[in-house]
């Protein structure tokens, strides 16, 4: 089973400010076909998940471009350019490069 | 408007049985894999369930092999989860969240349900 690790667990921000939450995977999560399978969601206070980035760095539909996705292997970065109040919850990364598909233990954002 | 509707959650007794379902409406529901994910009170997301769009493959976590059953319905746009022996540690909320409609596999879960809450407990 690849874990997932997340850091920080807690994050307290700014309205306007950056902010950044790190995902690292027990085992590579680039494919031979030279994919990385790292998903971020992101659940609000009380509503199910969202999807927000697939493939590391893909966002979905509808999704701000303040939100980016980077890295590769075993490393992986969600950035907010500019943090707005609709952006409080938790974030998840997952991998999806192997079953049983595993989440990250979620990152609080809170303003 | 993609839309995923679970039901069947409630209040059961360890080893008893339930059986989840999710109504599908908005899209092509035989074209995507579909999957069932968990989310323990006041815990993270624990992926549980996935089956194929022609049922061939399905995967279940560890935790849930051979009590745990995904079925679907593509003529009732329907997705299920037959739970039997539950324990007390199965106690969650179910969500049924769609998977892509394209390769052998599943990149991501784009659409989730507001899920059902089982709890299991004497």
């Known amino acids: 089973e690849i874990v997932m690790t997340q850091s920080p667990l807690s994050l307290p921000v700014t309205p306007g400010e950056p902010a950044s939450i790190s995902c690292r995977s027990s085992?590579?999560?680039?494919?031979?076909?030279?994919?990385?399978?790292l998903d971020w969601y992101l659940q609000r206070p009380g509503q199910s998940p969202q999807f927000l980035i697939s493939?590391?760095?893909n966002r979905a539909s509808g999704v701000p471009d303040r939100f980016s996705g980077s890295g590769s292997g075993t490393d992986f970065t969600l950035k907010i350019s500019r943090v707005e109040a609709e952006d409080v919850g938790v974030y998840y990364c997952?991998?999806?490069?192997?079953?049983?598909?595993?989440f990250g233990q979620g990152t609080k954002l809170e303003i | 408007e993609v839309q995923l509707v679970e039901s069947g959650g409630g209040l059961v007794q360890p080893g008893g049985s339930l059986r989840l379902s999710c109504a599908a409406s908005?899209?092509?529901?035989?074209?995507?894999?579909m999957n069932w994910v968990r989310q323990a009170p006041g815990k993270g997301l624990e992926w549980v369930a996935t089956?194929?769009?022609?049922?061939?493959?399905?995967h279940y976590v560890d935790s849930v092999k051979g009590r745990f059953t995904i079925s679907r319905d593509d003529a009732e746009k329907s997705l299920y989860l037959q739970m039997n022996s539950l324990r007390v540690e199965d106690t969650a909320v179910y969500y049924c969240a769609r998977g892509p409609n394209f390769g052998g596999r599943v990149d991501f879960f784009d659409y989730w349900g507001q899920g059902t809450l089982v709890t299991v407990s004497s």
């Open positions: 493939y590391v760095s």
């Open positions: 085992q590579s999560l680039l494919d031979t076909n030279g994919v990385n399978y």
């Open positions: 997952m991998q999806a490069r192997q079953t049983p598909y595993t």
């Open positions: 089956i194929k769009q022609d049922g061939s493959e399905k």
């Open positions: 908005g899209f092509i529901f035989s074209s995507h894999w």
